[in-house]
């Protein structure tokens, strides 16, 4: 295959993502990784990481990519199957700051992917376009790299977190991995923090047989709720197919939003650091912002993705970060990149200290009426002109709210506000809306939808 066969569309706005087969095959994993390679040479990495996930296809294509890095000249760390947590850790561990974790995350099987850390950077945007370019323009490097296979890193991101996290009391924890790469990790992991853990679809399995490893979607948690309803449990936990997202159900049954998350995990590290910004993306309640600057914080909006938020927090030096489709990212104790494991054991920290039942902790946090993310499905591709147009809609009707483009289109009235952005990794217009009461949501749905018919008739937001 000649360079010219790889496709750009595979080039995302965060990360690399394309439907195996089709877009995505491991002679074009090989060019990604020899691409990979020559950008961690200009910026004089010599070793890379590489791990990847439990699809059927991650194996061959971790492979290819190690090979492709290894035709560029660097050195590369094969950790072999592990979340992608604990390959930007393994970055961390072995000093390399740098590595890629094939992985599909939380798309359909069909789907595969990588994400890819550069000295330090994960990789955005132009940076990721540009890897497409450097394969295009042919400006890769050559040589003839090493490989060393270590299968030690996820005892010892274990070992690093057990030694940090010591709940006070034991919590008896249900932990719902969907079938994806978390499963391996996350029972061995809650154990070791002393909880009693109740695995539910921990076994890793490729085809995710029992629900799909998304907690964004209410559906896939509706067996960790029976499970936690049935068991008495303290708290569900539950990830998605890579490990680096959460989703939490408290001990009656009730879903906890990222968003309502993230209230908490201000609240607990802005008492060590008061006066810090807290990053979050615009995706989260207006009750965020204010829960932050009352515990002390500096209230920081950002746009959406896991790569631009961890650019937010570096660049911002804040402690914490997080964003509603459940990537929270700790700088404060960790490394200040995302990790859906880490973050249920400092949740775990958090109820065990305070002692109360989880569900009594959590409503105390100021809370509206709210839908989850709502999907609009659109055409491949179309999605940037469909945004255009419903920003210069919503700036035209919209002349009594605030209006925010930094993402999208958020439009915010004093007891609610809506809105509407584009996905950067499926061909959808992700929606959200939240009020004071249902009159209040009923009216900013109403306009959305409004909104939404002047700019292309017959989309419909799905209940």
Not at 88 to 98: D, K, M, P, R
Not at 194 to 214: I, T
Not at 225 to 250: C, K, P, T, Y
């Amino acid at each position: 295959m000649t360079a010219e066969a790889v496709p750009a569309s595979i080039f995302r706005a965060y990360d690399i993502r394309g439907v195996v087969g089709e877009t995505l095959d491991a002679e074009i994993a090989r060019w990604i990784g020899r691409a990979v390679a020559s950008e961690a040479r200009e910026r004089g990495v010599e070793r890379l990481v590489v791990g990847r996930d439990g699809r059927h296809s991650s194996a061959e294509l971790a492979a290819a990519v190690a090979e492709g890095m290894r035709a560029a000249g660097c050195d590369v760390v094969d950790i072999g199957q592990a979340p992608t947590p604990v390959m930007y850790f393994a970055t961390h561990e072995l000093g390399t700051g740098s590595g890629v974790a094939v992985t599909g995350s939380h798309n359909p099987p069909a789907y595969n992917g990588m994400k890819v850390m550069v000295a330090g950077d994960t990789l955005s945007g132009a940076a990721i376009t540009g890897l497409y370019e450097r394969i295009r323009d042919g400006r890769l490097a050559a040589g003839a790299g090493r490989l060393e296979r270590r299968e030690d890193l996820v005892d010892r991101y274990i070992e690093r977190i057990a030694g940090d996290i010591r709940p006070q009391r034991p919590l008896h924890v249900v932990l719902d991995a969907g079938n994806g790469v978390a499963g391996a990790v996350a029972p061995r992991l809650f154990e070791a923090l002393g909880c009693r853990v109740e695995a539910l679809y921990c076994e890793v399995d490729g085809d995710f047989p029992n629900h799909h490893p998304d907690p964004a979607e209410p559906r896939n948690l509706e067996a960790l709720i029976e499970r936690v309803r049935a068991s008495g449990a303290d708290l569900g936990l539950a990830f998605d197919g890579d490990g680096d997202r959460l989703g939490v159900v408290d001990a009656a049954g009730k879903i906890i939003w990222p968003d309502r998350q993230l209230m908490l995990y201000a609240r607990d590290v802005l008492r060590r650091r008061p006066g810090e910004p807290v990053v979050y993306d615009v995706k989260c309640s207006m009750h965020l912002e204010r829960v932050i600057a009352a515990a002390g914080g500096e209230p920081r909006m950002s746009r959406t993705g896991h790569s631009l938020i961890k650019a937010t927090l570096r660049e911002s030096g804040a402690p914490l970060a997080g964003e509603m489709s459940g990537h929270t990212f700790f700088a404060e104790r960790w490394y200040g990149f995302d990790d859906g494991l880490y973050t249920g054991a400092r949740l775990v920290e958090i109820l065990a200290a305070d002692g109360r039942p989880s569900a009594a902790v959590f409503a105390e946090l100021p809370e509206g009426v709210s839908t989850p993310e709502l999907k609009v499905a659109v055409a491949e591709g179309e999605q940037g002109a469909l945004m255009d147009a419903l920003v210069a809609e919503a700036q035209r009707r919209f002349t009594d709210a605030a209006i925010h483009t930094i993402d999208g289109v958020r439009v915010e009235w004093p007891d609610g506000w809506g809105l509407i952005r584009a996905s950067n990794t499926t061909p959808v217009l992700v929606v959200r809306f939240e009020a004071d009461d249902e009159a209040g949501l009923a009216r900013i749905r109403a306009a959305f939808e409004g909104l939404l018919a002047a700019v292309r008739p017959g989309l419909e937001i799905p209940g």
